[in-house]
């Protein structure tokens, strides 16, 4: 049986880098001000909610446009390692997010704190990723102005998506969050987190047990999921740019998903329908938070959040016994039928 819909006590929120990013512009200051104003204003339903909210941003074009600009400006200014380079988005985007947040509660009439955490998340240095960088980065550029820049700058550019081609970078997998008891102990205090921005700023253990940054973006999906797990929340949110998560994404034949079982949505990633450095790494993320001890993630867009939330749309991801008893009907929901709460209630 469908159980309805309840708003989680605890919720994480993972919101994608490009959703941060104005699609048109440059990403000029004011740009990325109102950009994440709209982000508030989206997300003020959920940051309203009497409840216990992390939230985990993505960096992947703020932090390939710092690459770029270092790149540009080398023989001036010291080029700095991109550890330090994920740290300086970190720090950026919790400001700009957490300032828009408390605007927009503030003028809501429902202030509340918010603060943004600067998070080391530990890697495996033996980690394959390092040596097959997948994570897209930076502006989009024509596949002749990338190959130009890789040529320039010894970088790797791949194509992303269909939407162009940009930097790579390595991508090693979250393996802890450090000091993740400060996002408990601010989250239990009704302040809004925001914590492991763009993924976390990566870095490595040595053998006396100190840590040191690693050059990699870490995939902040991931991120999000695994500090869910340790936080014992149950239910992950991801937003990006697409109401829907698809098969045969971007083909005549592309069909959005409303709900999944987790075996579905794992036959789904083996058969190639979510690319590594998009799609792949939100799908991995949900896969991994559901084994581990979570019980529903919801993707979506920004500006469906709170209806996706509702159960009125988004692409929802659900243990299999949970989606065992749906009927012919709730199945027919993968083909365009968006099902309200009162079309639940009678499920
Ligand atoms: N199967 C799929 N279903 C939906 N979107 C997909 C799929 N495969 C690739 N995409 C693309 O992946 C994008 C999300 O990845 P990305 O932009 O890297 O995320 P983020 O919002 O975290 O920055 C979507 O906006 C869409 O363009
Ligand atoms: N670090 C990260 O996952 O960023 P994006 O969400 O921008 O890809």
């Given at each position: 049986?469908?159980?309805?819909?309840?708003?989680?006590?605890?919720?994480?929120?993972?919101?994608?880098?490009?959703?941060?990013?104005?699609?048109?512009?440059?990403?000029?200051?004011?740009?990325?001000?109102?950009?994440?104003?709209?982000?508030?204003?989206?997300?003020?339903?959920?940051?309203?909610?009497?409840?216990?909210?992390?939230?985990?941003?993505?960096?992947?074009?703020?932090?390939?446009?710092?690459?770029?600009?270092?790149?540009?400006?080398?023989?001036?200014?010291?080029?700095?390692?991109?550890?330090?380079?994920?740290?300086?988005?970190?720090?950026?985007?919790?400001?700009?997010?957490?300032?828009?947040?408390?605007?927009?509660?503030?003028?809501?009439?429902?202030?509340?704190?918010?603060?943004?955490?600067?998070?080391?998340?530990?890697?495996?240095?033996?980690?394959?990723?390092?040596?097959?960088?997948?994570?897209?980065?930076?502006?989009?550029?024509?596949?002749?102005?990338?190959?130009?820049?890789?040529?320039?700058?010894?970088?790797?550019?791949?194509?992303?998506?269909?939407?162009?081609?940009?930097?790579?970078?390595?991508?090693?997998?979250?393996?802890?969050?450090?000091?993740?008891?400060?996002?408990?102990?601010?989250?239990?205090?009704?302040?809004?987190?925001?914590?492991?921005?763009?993924?976390?700023?990566?870095?490595?253990?040595?053998?006396?047990?100190?840590?040191?940054?690693?050059?990699?973006?870490?995939?902040?999906?991931?991120?999000?999921?695994?500090?869910?797990?340790?936080?014992?929340?149950?239910?992950?949110?991801?937003?990006?740019?697409?109401?829907?998560?698809?098969?045969?994404?971007?083909?005549?034949?592309?069909?959005?998903?409303?709900?999944?079982?987790?075996s579905e949505m794992k036959r789904y990633l083996a058969q190639g329908h979510f690319p590594a450095g998009?799609?792949?790494?939100?799908?991995?993320?949900?896969?991994?938070?559901?084994?581990?001890?979570?019980?529903?993630?919801?993707?979506?867009?920004?500006?469906?959040?709170?209806?996706a939330l509702m159960g009125e749309t988004g692409t929802h991801i659900v243990h299999d016994h949970e989606?065992?008893?749906?009927?012919?009907?709730?199945?027919?929901?993968?083909?365009?039928?968006?099902?309200?709460?009162?079309?639940?209630?009678?499920?």
């Open positions: 049986m469908t159980q309805p819909f309840s708003v989680p006590r605890r919720l994480i929120v993972a919101v994608g880098g490009n959703a941060l990013d104005p699609a048109e512009g440059r990403g000029t200051p004011e740009e990325q001000k109102a950009i994440a104003a709209a982000t508030a204003r989206a997300m003020l339903p959920l940051l309203e909610l009497d409840n216990q909210l992390v939230v985990v941003h993505g960096n992947g074009p703020q932090v390939g446009k710092l690459l770029l600009a270092n790149a540009a400006a080398q023989d001036r200014v010291a080029p700095q390692s991109l550890d330090i380079l994920v740290a300086q988005t970190q720090g950026a985007l919790a400001y700009i997010l957490a300032q828009a947040f408390e605007n927009a509660l503030r003028e809501a009439g429902n202030p509340r704190h918010v603060v943004g955490l600067v998070t080391q998340v530990e890697v495996d240095r033996h980690d394959p990723a390092f040596a097959n960088p997948t994570k897209p980065v930076g502006p989009f550029f024509s596949e002749a102005q990338a190959k130009a820049l890789a040529a320039e700058l010894g970088v790797t550019v791949r194509e992303d998506s269909g939407r162009g081609w940009r930097y790579v970078v390595p991508s090693p997998k979250p393996k802890h969050i450090c000091d993740v008891s400060l996002v408990e102990a601010l989250m239990c205090g009704r302040t809004v987190v925001i914590a492991g921005g763009g993924g976390g700023i990566p870095v490595l253990r040595d053998e006396a047990g100190r840590r040191r940054g690693v050059e990699a973006v870490i995939d902040k999906d991931l991120t999000a999921a695994v500090m869910a797990n340790v936080l014992g929340i149950r239910d992950m949110m991801i937003l990006t740019a697409v109401p829907r998560v698809a098969i045969h994404f971007g083909k005549p034949e592309q069909l959005d998903l409303a709900r999944a079982s987790l998009s799609m792949g790494p939100k799908i991995e993320a949900a896969i991994r938070f559901l084994e581990t001890g979570g019980r529903r993630v919801i993707i979506t867009s920004l500006e469906t959040a709170v209806p989606a065992e008893g749906e009927d012919e009907a709730a199945a027919d929901a993968n083909s365009r039928l968006l099902r309200t709460p009162a079309a639940l209630a009678t499920a």
